[in-house]
């Protein structure tokens, strides 16, 4: 598994490299819409190994959703800055996720690496 760098957009000042505390190399990564997928869903999913960004927002109300056995509470979030390892300013591509939502909405962002083998729409 390689490291990887984000263009903008979500990850924090420092870990963009702009300031705020410190700053993390990653290796650049290509990326396109074609290995992008984005939707809402009531059922279980498993994202396949090798995720460069991965995002999961719970959008029910009242009842959690469970992300690899961590219950997320409602409107709660997981997102692969939870993944970062950052006393080693690093952050490995990201390994299988598997989402229980127990007919629950939740919304999902996955992107791979333009030479990943996954096809998005499968998920």
């Not at 396949?48 to 992300?67: K, Q, R």
């Not at 629950?104 to 690496?113: D, G, M, N």
């Amino acid at each position: 598994m390689g490291t990887i760098i984000s263009g903008g957009g979500i990850w924090p000042q420092a870990a963009a490299g702009g300031g705020g505390g410190g700053s993390i190399t990653f290796t650049k990564v290509n990326r396109d819409g074609t290995k992008e997928r984005r939707d809402e869903v009531t059922t279980d999913k498993i994202i396949p190994a090798g995720w460069a960004i991965l995002d999961i927002v719970s959008m029910d109300l009242e009842n959690p959703i469970t992300i690899n056995g961590k219950t997320i509470r409602p409107g709660g979030r997981w997102n692969s800055q939870d993944v970062i390892d950052w006393p080693a300013n690093k952050q490995e591509f990201g390994g299988q996720v598997t989402i229980n939502s127990g007919g629950k909405l939740y919304a999902f962002h996955v992107i791979y690496p333009t030479s990943s083998g996954v096809d998005v729409n499968t998920i």
